[in-house]
């Protein structure tokens, strides 16, 4: 998007959609706005959490019945700042992100929707529905699986209020100078800090599974306040809890990840902190089972008759991958994990549930002499260490309405158009070689990454860097 005259590139922001979106409804020229969750300061006057984005849809491209388009498609357009005092002025805001969703969002700014035939249920469904051209006796047993199990995809795109949105701002000449605020939150009293500290030094660098010996999550936040506080304040920002694992809860999983669908509820994995399971494990998605953020929690103790101090581990899950150790279906990590550690703090901080917050750095380097360290993950070492208030933040509204699937006779007449288009178009040799092709490059590509990120965290744990400040502490 070109800047306009007089205007000043600044850093991205992040915002929550207060207009829920869906391809079923959404017109061009409907109104949306959002609301930033990462104040931008002009200045020294702060533009601060709760400057409302207002903008409109311009393009929206709904499958329907699967005779046009194939995926679905949405760009949006926001233009106006308001800012709390009143004033609004025009900017250029493009889309650079959705957090957590299925969905790519491209350089000019647009969501692009997934494919519901490239998705392995789908393709288990075509070879359920030619195999019983060929045996029509199975026809009732293996239909019923198909349809208990192996649902096709909703291919279009639904994003409740809430939703997290990334943006690169243009901020006009009559804004100013705009920049990421400075921190500006109280700290702990004397005392409490003291104790804080004392439970930090303690705490193990990371966390481990009952039955591989490797580190598995980094410790990198800390609570202080009540798990009353502690389980409303997650609540409020949009987090939920982790199914028991359970056969049940492993073949919803499955369904998600055959389907591409979210799991609000997804098992995790049980890890040990000094040998204690978590009290709490808590998530956040939007609609796929691969991407998600994820934390466990466990008590490390009595701060006064009223608080308690919590250690906690918060990674982002970026892909589902297949392990063999652990058998079974698993999660790709964030390697840079103080991305989420920071986006843990902000959540909170957005509703106002933090009474207080600061970083305290290690005693000692991430990769010790003679410490484990987990390949890959890429740190500056510190605690965030997080006091939880008192807040009369409420849950997220629910999903509007407007979500609602379509009839039956619509979803079937479009898982037909859509399988039979998919079929004329990709079934053949130059197709499939082109796709080979493709993945063999993107494989390649990852390979290099993986390979880029490992020396990056190499290089970081053997520097010797000078000691980080300890922020608000």
């Not at 100013?176 to 109280?186: D, E, L, R, Y």
């Not at 608080?307 to 918060?314: D, K, P």
């Not at 158009?417 to 178009?425: E, F, H, I, Q, V």
Request: glycine share 8%; charged share 25%; with cysteine.
């Amino acid at each position: 998007m070109p800047a306009a005259a007089g205007a000043r590139e600044s850093p991205g922001l992040r915002a929550r959609l207060l207009t829920p979106l869906s391809t079923y409804t959404a017109r061009r020229g409907w109104p949306v706005a959002a609301e930033v969750t990462t104040p931008l300061c002009e200045g020294t006057q702060e533009l601060p959490r709760g400057t409302v984005l207002e903008g409109s849809v311009m393009r929206v491209a709904r499958v329907g019945l699967g005779l046009i388009h194939e995926t679905a498609g949405l760009e949006l357009h926001f233009r106006l700042v308001r800012l709390s005092d009143g004033r609004v002025v025009s900017s250029e805001l493009r889309l650079s992100g959705v957090e957590n969703a299925r969905e790519r969002v491209d350089s000019r700014g647009k969501i692009h929707g997934e494919r519901s035939t490239a998705t392995w249920s789908n393709r288990a469904g075509e070879r359920i529905a030619f195999a019983v051209m060929k045996h029509p006796y199975a026809m009732i047993p293996l239909f019923a699986v198909e349809s208990g199990f192996l649902h096709f995809p909703d291919p279009e795109i639904e994003y409740p209020a809430g939703t997290g949105l990334d943006l690169e701002i243009v901020a006009p000449e009559g804004l100013g100078v705009v920049s990421p605020c400075p921190t500006a939150i109280p700290a702990l009293g004397e005392g409490d800090r003291q104790a804080v500290n004392r439970a930090v030094a303690e705490l193990p660098y990371w966390s481990y599974s009952r039955r591989q010996p490797q580190p598995m999550d980094l410790v990198n936040l800390v609570f202080v306040g009540s798990r009353s506080d502690l389980e409303h304040a997650f609540a409020a920002a949009g987090w939920t809890g982790s199914a028991p694992n359970s056969v049940r809860a492993g073949m919803n999983a499955v369904r998600a990840i055959a389907q591409d669908t979210g799991f609000a509820e997804a098992p995790m994995r049980t890890l040990l902190l000094d040998g204690a399971k978590p009290e709490l494990r808590l998530q956040k998605s939007l609609n796929t089972f691969e991407k998600r953020d994820h934390l466990r929690i466990w008590s490390r103790g009595i701060l006064d008759e009223r608080r308690q101090v919590w250690a906690s581990a918060a990674t982002r899950d970026v892909a589902a991958t297949f392990s063999v150790r652990p058998f079974g279906f698993t999660h790709q990590i964030e390697d840079e994990v103080d991305r989420e550690r920071d986006a843990v703090v902000a959540d909170l901080e957005a509703i106002g549930c933090v009474a207080a917050a600061g970083y305290v750095a290690r005693s000692q380097p991430i990769r010790a002499p003679g410490q484990p360290y987990r390949r890959g993950v890429i740190t500056d070492g510190r605690i965030a260490v997080v006091d939880i208030g008192a807040c009369d933040a409420g849950p997220p509204p629910a999903a509007d309405e407007a979500f609602r699937n379509p009839g039956w006779l619509v979803r079937s007449v479009r898982r037909i158009a859509l399988t039979g288009r998919n079929r004329l178009l990709r079934d053949n040799i130059v197709w499939r070689s082109a796709d080979g092709v493709r993945i063999g490059i993107r494989t390649l590509r990852t390979w290099k990454a993986a390979r880029r990120d490992e020396n990056r965290a190499r290089a970081l744990a053997g520097s010797a860097r000078p000691p980080i400040s300890s922020g608000a502490y």
